[in-house]
């Protein structure tokens, strides 16, 4: 894939993201992937993707920053949201949450191969909790 169509790739992929659209993921997420190395499925980055969802119905990823690098990503992001149930350890509050997340990704025909991200969950929790 050319540097354009990683970063139109990429781009698509978020806005699949924040319109909560998971049945998307067929098109952006390979059978079978590496994350943090470990290997997963794609069902299962759905089933962690909807968990999230689910505690947190208002989530949102908001591009900051993107680089393409051969068939490699790099995305630095801005994650909001308000969760409605236990999330990160904490239990709802009415509070929201800004944490800046740092994504990795691996290209391979067209979809992701291998996912690692950062986010500061640290900073969220205390957010959340007042």
């Keep these: 894939m050319t540097h354009t169509e990683l970063r139109e790739l990429y781009e698509r992929y978020i806005a699949?993201?924040?319109?909560?659209?998971?049945?998307r993921l067929d098109e952006f997420?390979?059978?079978q992937l590496t994350h943090f190395g470990d290997?997963?499925?794609r069902d299962q980055v759905r089933a962690a993707l909807t968990a999230q969802?689910?505690?947190v119905p208002d989530l949102?990823?908001?591009l900051e920053d993107l680089r393409v690098n051969g068939h490699e990503i790099a995305a630095r992001l801005t994650n909001t949201g308000t969760p409605v149930k236990e999330w990160l350890g904490v239990a709802p509050t009415g509070a929201s949450f800004e944490i800046t997340e740092y994504a990795l990704y691996r290209v391979r025909d067209g979809?992701?191969?291998n996912m690692t991200n950062?986010?500061?969950t640290g900073t969220a929790r205390e957010q959340l909790a007042g």
């Design 60 to 62: 949102t990823w908001r």
């Design 53 to 55: 969802v689910d505690a």
């Design 16 to 23: 699949a993201l924040n319109a909560h659209e998971l049945h």
């Design 39 to 41: 290997p997963v499925t």
């Design 111 to 113: 979809r992701f191969v």
């Design 29 to 31: 997420v390979a059978d």
């Design 118 to 120: 950062l986010q500061d």
